[in-house]
């Protein structure tokens, strides 16, 4: 039985016998606050130019210009919020909808499980970068087009785990109780299943933002993501940053550095939280 | 065990029906005249519409009569052994597909064995004395791993010989055969910047799969006669806990290619995810459509070889 304590304040007091996961989390809340206060925080607008192009890291430019004479400190720290926001609301979305279809596939089984799997089969059966690209590519660059390639993306994997879930719960008594006194199909799944595999969603989701992140930022870098001028840690690697590397390696070393550490953050919060909620997940890895 | 492995190849119809229809639908989706493209701006309306009808792009996308439209005609050719015709540089894709298919099968073998060399040693040592230093060290450097975007690490690769020491891997593509020593030089940066992020999923994999076989009980048994350590976790731990490690190995095929397309264009590899990118962008639906069916039958054979393999290492599970 669990703790009457509401689940944030557990994690929390849980927290703080994992050292990494505290540094994760305080990570975390760093990019919030970037992602919150960022325009005051960054010294120059990400879109502004200066005369000096393809500055090495000074004081006034500590990560230097890019060719089009832009601080890169401020464009580095200005990407934070739309790389957030894509990325989270392409992660819930995702996981959402993903719990919609496994749960219905799972729980009624049978021929509709059946129909479904195969949609889910010939899905997974995409290379998931290509298949983002040819989606993009459709709906052409925006921040709304990566977050529709994302939840597409996030999907049909997590559907498969949620319908394993659900397989796992609805022969329990409690499932047959339930039906016995006449409870109706919806019911059973949304009001008895679903409250059962709340802990395996949140360790899908923590596992999926990093993921998500990773992906996102690849489709931006590959010039089909997050159009310019908008600052993104994905787009700002390649095009000039690749062309110049000779001569201003800071345009790609800074935008990659600061992605990194965004999904070391989740990837170290989110490997506490599988600890806490999930034990038998311990340790297995992330979905690469 | 054979009706099961017929089954599982008889679900390769519906998934290659659902890929190739959703593939072509996109692709056809896509904004942007195939002809327009392959010809240019300056090209004349009469010039568009011969180049139409000469690829059967002037056909509509489906029709219920034989030869069922423009899908008709391109699943027709496949099934006949022909991709169809790039429309862009006039050539059979197939042909293209075969002279780029080694660059990528090269890539994703090298990362393959980059990824075991790395993460089922690391994972073994960190799984036989858990929660030791060591195991703190390989666990923090695998949350790194899975942390670095593979297009930043392989710009680093690039990046970082040629500012320090002045090196670049040979240009242009130089095949294993004629000279392995450049095929060498031009590869092993990329099959590292592939695999490096890869070993860091396969050795936390290695590493609670070690962990879970070390509590059995035919390992006490083991510890109990007197086995050497060696002797116990490479022929008893490590046999076992083979099973999950590889599954993830399978199941990276596809991370791996969409990984390699990434890699490819970063080293200007000419492999079969540069021509992927450069087919998607110039909208030459036959090159994309032939990958995605192709990856999907190796995909669908990839996860039947996984299955059955459990059947190899652990005789305890059967198939019905």
Avoid: C
């Avoid at chain 1, 299943?193 to 802990?199: C, R």
């Avoid at chain 1, 935008?255 to 953050?265: D, E, F, N, R, T």
């Avoid at chain 2, 996860?303 to 019905?320: E, H, K």
């Amino acid at each position: 039985m669990q703790a009457a304590r509401p689940w944030p304040v557990t994690f929390l007091a849980r927290l703080r016998h994992h050292p990494l996961g505290m540094l994760g989390l305080i990570g975390v809340t760093i990019f919030l606050i970037l992602a919150l206060f960022g325009h005051w925080i960054a010294p120059y607008s990400p879109t502004g130019q200066d005369f000096v192009i393809m500055q090495s890291p000074t004081l006034s430019h500590p990560f230097g210009t890019d060719t089009l004479g832009r601080d890169i400190f401020s464009r580095v720290i200005r990407a934070t919020p739309i790389e957030l926001r894509v990325g989270l609301i392409s992660v819930f979305t995702g996981v959402a909808l993903a719990t919609v279809v496994g749960l219905v596939s799972g729980y009624l089984g049978g021929a509709i499980d059946g129909a479904i799997q195969r949609v889910v089969d010939s899905w997974l059966a995409f290379p998931p970068l290509i298949l983002l690209l040819i989606i993009t590519s459709v709906l052409g660059p925006s921040a709304r087009t990566l977050i529709i390639a994302l939840v597409i993306g996030t999907i049909p994997g997590t559907s498969r785990i949620v319908r394993g879930a659900v397989l796992a719960e609805k022969n329990n008594s409690y499932v047959e109780a339930a039906r016995v006194i006449g409870a109706s199909q919806m019911r059973i799944m949304v009001r008895h299943i679903l409250p059962q595999i709340v802990a395996p969603i949140i360790v899908i989701i923590s596992i999926m933002i990093p993921v998500i992140s990773l992906l996102g930022a690849a489709l931006s870098f590959l010039g089909l993501g997050l159009p310019p001028p908008q600052p993104s840690w994905g787009a700002d690697v390649s095009g000039d940053a690749l062309t110049y590397f000779r001569n201003a390696p800071w345009m790609a070393i800074f935008p990659g550095a600061m992605l990194s550490i965004y999904v070391l953050s989740f990837n170290l919060l989110g490997d506490a939280m599988r600890d806490i909620f999930d034990p038998r997940l311990r340790g297995s890895g992330a979905m690469h | 065990m054979t009706q099961y492995i017929i089954r599982r190849i008889l679900y390769l119809f519906p998934v290659l029906i659902g890929v190739s229809l959703i593939t072509f639908i996109l692709m056809r989706m896509v904004p942007g005249d195939v002809a327009q493209v392959a010809l240019g701006t300056n090209a004349t309306e009469e010039s568009l519409g011969e180049f139409r009808a000469a690829y059967g792009l002037n056909k509509p996308l489906f029709d219920w009569k034989p030869p069922f439209g423009q899908y008709g005609d391109w699943v027709g050719g496949l099934l006949k052994g022909d991709f169809g015709k790039s429309y862009y540089y006039r050539t059979e894709v197939r042909d293209d597909l075969a002279q780029r298919l080694p660059v990528t099968l090269e890539l994703m073998v090298l990362a393959i064995v980059v990824m075991i060399l790395i993460a089922i040693p690391a994972g073994i040592i960190a799984g036989v004395r858990p929660n030791s230093p060591v195991d703190l060290v390989m666990r923090t450097a695998a949350v790194f791993g899975l942390s670095i975007p593979g297009f930043w690490l392989g710009t680093m690769f690039i990046m970082l010989p040629a500012i320090w020491f002045n090196w670049m891997a040979p240009a242009g593509h130089i095949s294993f055969f004629s000279d392995p020593i450049g095929n060498l030089q031009q590869f092993i940066l990329p099959a590292l910047a592939l695999g490096i992020p890869g070993a860091a999923g396969v050795m936390r994999l290695t590493r609670s799969s070690v962990l879970e076989v070390l509590r059995q009980d035919y390992v006490r048994t083991a510890w109990s006669k007197g086995l050497r350590e060696r002797t116990i976790i490479l022929r008893h731990v490590l046999k076992n806990g083979l099973i999950p490690i590889v599954t993830i190995v399978g199941l990276q095929m596809g991370a791996l290619m969409g990984g390699a397309l990434i890699i490819e264009k970063i080293f200007s590899l000419p492999g079969i995810g540069m021509f992927t990118y450069q087919s998607i962008l110039t909208r030459d639906y036959l090159g994309v459509q032939a990958i995605v069916v192709l990856a999907a039958v190796v995909y669908v054979f990839v996860n039947l070889a996984i299955d059955v393999s459990y059947a190899w290492l652990d005789p305890r599970i059967r198939y019905t």
